[in-house]
């Protein structure tokens, strides 16, 4: 999976995470869709241990992907306002992982920041 889907219609978070989890697992030292979180139609979560060891939880919405909490299953406080999000899976796992651009081939693109219209 590349890109989130666009039509608002057709989307379903916990249905894209579980794509997202199969399509990349090899790109990733552990990624699990978050088994102790709520997910929703519009709303997943999903748990990510980079090649380098670093925890992320991250959420998936229509937006795209953005860093929640370094800790599986769980939404920071300090981290829940991030405004980072992440086109694509690729995307965000050259943001958060440079081993994972060196082993895949995958530059690091620059972070995008997005804000809410």
Request: proline share 3%; glycine share 4%.
């Amino acid at each position: 999976m590349a890109f989130v889907q666009s039509d608002e219609n057709d989307f379903h978070a916990l249905r894209e995470a579980q794509r997202m989890v199969d399509s990349c697992q090899e790109f990733a030292d552990h990624l699990i869709v978050a088994e102790f979180l709520p997910h929703c139609r519009w709303v997943a979560y999903i748990n990510i241990r980079t090649l380098e060891q670093v925890i992320y939880c991250v959420e998936l919405s229509r937006a795209g992907y953005r860093i929640v909490a370094y800790d599986f299953d769980n939404v920071a406080d300090e981290v829940a306002n991030c405004d980072t999000v992440y086109d694509s899976a690729h995307q965000l796992l050259a943001g958060i992982s440079p081993l994972y651009g060196e082993k895949y081939g995958f530059g690091r693109e620059p972070l995008k920041k997005r804000k809410e219209q």
